[in-house]
Each structure stands twice: as C-alpha cells, then as structure tokens.
C-alpha cells in the first residue's frame, strides 16, 4: 500500500510558475513509476506527466511539453511537477499517482493503469 499526499497548489496569474509535490510513504517508493493527472470542472481526469521509477524516462501530454517538467527523488519519496508559463487552460485539481513496476524504464500514461491516487490539489491560473 502507498499513500500520497499532494502539495503545492494554489493561484498564481496567467505566465507564473508552481510546483507541485507529492510525498510517498509506505512501501519502497523507487519500486513505482508515478504520474500527475489533472481533472477540470465538467471534464474527464486526463494525463500530464509520467516518470518511470528511475527516473529516466519521462512523457508528457502535447498540452504541457515544453512547459511542466516531472522529476523525483528516491531518496526523500517524492515526486515534483514543475510547471512554468502557466494559462488559464491549466485550472484544475491535480492529482499524483503511482503503480508497483518491476522494469526502471517503464512509465504509464493511461489513469486505469495506476493503483494510487492522492486527494489533489487545486490549481487556479488567472487570466
């Protein structure tokens, strides 16, 4: 079982920057490729961001690439999304998730292949 809690939400204008954090605890946390989805007001959950265990692969939806950056830390159970040059388009709760992987490279992209999910947390992009 692995337990996530998001952090690093909140309102910023039309171009400024977050990042945000998810902390891991429970078991081995290198052992999970993670990922970052988003869910608007009215729309479907879709995907972000995807980081494999290892953190050597990465993917990224065709909305954000170029401007949010997904990393982790092994060492402190943590996963980062940084995102930049945000837009009113990026308003949405955020939400980190993980799935047990055996291979250092892999990473997901769909929602139905992760097993844990955090609560989320907003993020409001001003125009």
């Known amino acids: 079982q692995v337990q996530l809690v998001e952090s690093g939400g909140g309102l910023v204008q039309a171009g400024g920057s977050l990042r945000l954090s998810c902390a891991a605890s429970g078991r081995t946390f290198s052992s999970y490729a993670m990922g970052w989805f988003r869910q608007a007001p009215g729309k479907e959950r879709e995907f972000v961001a995807a980081?494999?265990?290892?953190?050597?692969?990465?993917y990224y939806a065709d909305s954000v690439k170029g401007r949010f950056t997904i990393s982790r830390d092994n060492a402190k159970n943590t996963v980062y999304l940084q995102m930049n040059s945000l837009k009113p388009e990026d308003t949405a709760v955020y939400y980190c998730a993980a799935r047990g992987v055996r291979n250092g490279n892999t990473y997901y992209t769909s929602k139905g292949s992760y097993d844990y999910w955090g609560q989320g947390t907003q993020v409001t992009v001003s125009s």
């Open positions: 980081i494999s265990w290892s953190g050597g692969s990465t």
